[in-house]
């Protein structure tokens, strides 16, 4: 009889340790999707606030007229893009990028520096311009993250991350304009 009591002990320790495992890694993996929203979150308000720096310098009648209505476009295309990140979005960023990329020539920073609006705005748009580049390191890095826990066997055969899609990193060119890096 207590052969079997011992027995009976053994199995019940093994499901509670199994039972624990699958709830601490069921938890965890709730914690990175967590730490996701909040990567996802935090680069979507960064976007928005670049892509604001920029209508900032191209409503501030530093640039010529052309500059100006080729970066306001681009600006107003990111701020209008769809708030889930897709490639609508992505390309909206990329134009963004380019635009900037395009309106900042060594010249036009130059003539730039030369005011305090345009210092103001300058370095508003580069740190702003920086603070996406982190954004996006801390999102891609957040969804491999993810990914690398959701890979794991256990995971897949308790079905522990339900029916949340697998994430996908955020790709788009983020540069700063080189001649921006100087303010």
């Known amino acids: 009889m207590s ?11 093994v499901l509670v340790v199994i039972a624990w495992y699958l709830s601490y890694t069921a938890a965890r993996l709730d914690r990175l999707h967590v730490r996701l929203s909040g990567t996802l979150a935090a680069l979507d308000a960064r976007l928005v ?3 604001e720096a920029a209508v900032e310098l191209a409503n501030s009648g530093l640039l010529d007229g ?3 209505l080729i970066l ?9 893009a769809p708030s889930e990140h ?6 909206a960023e990329n134009d963004l990028t380019e635009a900037l990329d395009l309106a900042l020539t ?11 609006l345009g210092q103001d705005v300058l370095a508003r748009l580069a740190s702003a311009c920086t603070r996406v580049q982190l954004a996006r390191r801390f999102h891609n890095d957040a969804v491999t993250d993810v990914r690398r826990v ?21 790709e788009f060119n983020d540069d700063s304009p080189e001649h921006l890096a100087l303010v």
């Open 66 to 68: 052309a500059t100006s």
């Open 150 to 170: 959701r890979r794991k066997w256990t995971i897949r055969m308790f079905h522990l991350a339900g029916y949340t899609p697998m994430p996908h990193t955020v």
């Open 49 to 51: 606030r670049r892509a």
């Open 72 to 80: 306001a476009n681009a600006a107003a295309e990111s701020l209008e």
């Open 106 to 116: 060594p010249d036009a920073v130059s003539s730039l520096r030369s005011t305090a």
């Open 86 to 91: 897709g490639n609508a979005r992505e390309l």
């Open 3 to 13: 052969e079997i009591l011992s027995w009976v002990f053994a199995v019940l320790f």
